[in-house]
């Protein structure tokens, strides 16, 4: 069985085609980041239009590379997300579920991050703990199955990624500046400053990054003042990084514990990040499973394999759906499970 993936929830538009025998069959996928970077962060009107100008275009490409003339199924991005943007991805999907007379699937992007490293060789089994770490979310998930999720944590204000992205801002570093300030930190001392770890001393499994990104805003002022801002950016850089990422992995190593968990997930854009990845691998005794880089931010594959796993709650195509909040533990497990 072959499905056709849309992503449409944010800047980029992913398509791809899953085999539920032979695996992913292939994946294209178009940036909107030249088109934000002018305005410092998604403008969604902007990204509505770019969709509607390169989704149907990738479709054929990627149909045409995968000898697919007329899939199985065809599965979008349904929410959480930019309502416009979504639109998009859900209008094409059935209308050409329509013109195929195939089924639709609507997929809840997070589930999506969460099954996108079932992508890889070596795949994660149920249950297991996810860290789903975005420039939109953040959020510990203990997933006993498909479907069958609990949210134990989740940031009370900015995402990890988003104070990335602020924080790169104020390095001078532009946007997105998340990948860009973690190649800054190389060059820099993670010890240099000593910024906050938030909530670490606090019960329960939340997330703050407000204080982080503020006490990083007030370092950067002090030090323009007195004119050692532009030698200090890569110490500062490091020093943030360190900060989050020591609250990142302690939050998520002590849900572990508490869940009794040896297999651990992070998907979303910040799990590509290298010092997660190292630091989770050298603290955590279990095991720890990422889907490759390119498929950590949105894609279509993901929306592909989520919709194969999902297959038995496939409807009619006719109806639009476009969520722009959706709580992921409000999903229930397929019809078939």
């Known amino acids: 069985m072959r499905i056709l993936g849309l992503e449409t929830s944010c800047d980029e538009t992913g398509v791809a085609v899953f085999d539920t025998e032979r695996g992913l069959l292939g994946n294209a996928l178009h940036s909107q980041v030249d088109l934000h970077a002018r305005y410092g962060g998604v403008v969604p009107e902007i990204a509505s239009r770019d969709h509607l100008r390169r989704l149907l275009p990738l479709v054929d490409q990627v149909l045409k590379d ?13 929410g959480p ?3 416009g943007a979504l639109m998009v991805g859900s209008g094409l999907a059935n209308g050409l579920a329509l013109a195929w007379t195939r089924p639709v699937v609507p997929v809840h992007h997070m589930e999506a991050h969460l099954l996108a490293p079932m992508l890889e060789p070596d795949a994660p089994d149920f249950p297991f ?19 069958r999720y609990r949210l134990l944590g989740t940031t009370l204000d900015d995402a990890v990624g988003e104070a990335f992205d602020k924080t790169a801002k104020l390095l001078g570093l532009g946007y997105p500046g998340g990948a860009a300030l973690a190649r800054l930190a190389l060059d820099g001392n993670d010890s240099a400053f000593a910024f906050p770890r938030p909530m670490l001393n606090q019960p329960g499994f939340d997330f703050s990054f407000s204080g982080l990104k503020t006490a990083v805003m007030l370092r950067v002022r002090a030090l323009e003042k007195g004119g050692e801002f532009e030698r200090a950016r890569p110490d500062i ?11 990142l992995v302690a939050r998520t190593l002590g849900a572990a514990r508490k869940e009794r968990r040896n297999s651990i997930v992070v998907a979303g854009g910040v799990g590509a990040n290298v010092l997660l990845r190292a630091e989770l691998a050298r603290r955590f005794d279990g095991k720890v499973f990422y889907p490759r880089p390119e498929f950590c931010t949105d894609n279509g594959a993901m929306i592909a394999i989520a919709g194969a796993f999902r297959m038995s709650d496939a409807v009619s195509p006719g109806r639009i759906e476009a969520r722009a909040r959706w709580p992921l533990e409000s999903l229930v497990p397929p019809a078939a499970n």
Not at 66 to 78: I, K, N
Not at 237 to 247: E, G, H, P
Request: net charge negative.
């Open 66 to 78: 995968t000898g697919t003339p007329r899939p199985d199924g065809v599965a979008y991005t349904a």
């Open 81 to 83: 997300g930019l309502v």
């Open 129 to 147: 703990l996810a860290l789903l770490v975005s420039g939109g979310h953040t959020m510990l998930v203990a997933a006993d199955g498909l479907g």
């Open 237 to 247: 850089a490091a020093s943030f990084q360190r900060a989050a990422i020591d609250t």
